[in-house]
């Protein structure tokens, strides 16, 4: 009986904090959960991590990217939120314009501080993730029941 009870309880723990997830229709897919985007802290220490592995940074080379990758997490971050109050195309064009020199710096100020051998591999890395980029939009036009929800 309190195996019974202690099911149900644990059941009804577990639909009730379903029922609060919120859900908002995204554009071109199903419901999905609302997400918070993470803090440019994270962002950062993330992309850090990521290269410091990939390039196998010295302890002088990762405080450096951290310090570069804060800096364009913060900055596209601003953004971010500047663009949810434009209307205009051209205004968005330009914004877009600032964050791409935003990424560009991130990447210059990266490949300052590697050695001729991590540069070689940091270009290939930005080359194969510039290449997955394009095949993911390929294929998003190619198929376009994918990037667009079904009646439209």
Do not use: Y
Request: hydrophobic share 35%; net charge positive; charged share 30%.
């Amino acid at each position: 009986m309190k195996k019974l009870i202690l099911s149900l309880a644990a059941l009804s723990i577990i639909s009730i904090s379903q029922a609060q997830t919120t859900t908002t229709p995204v554009q071109g897919g199903p419901e999905k959960t609302q997400k918070t985007p993470p803090s440019p802290d994270k962002v950062a220490q993330h992309d850090a991590i990521r290269i410091a592995r990939e390039l196998s940074l010295n302890d002088d080379q990762k405080a450096k990217v951290q310090a570069f990758a804060l800096e364009r997490a913060t900055t596209n971050n601003a953004l971010r939120e500047k663009e949810k109050s434009l209307t205009q195309d051209a205004d968005k064009k330009a914004l877009r314009k600032e964050m791409k020199a935003n990424k560009d710096k991130f990447f210059n100020n990266v490949n300052g501080i590697l050695t001729p051998e991590q540069q070689t591999k940091w270009a290939q890395m930005r080359q194969e993730q510039m290449d997955k980029h394009k095949a993911m939009k390929a294929q998003k036009m190619k198929d376009p029941a994918v990037s667009t929800p079904a009646g439209n």
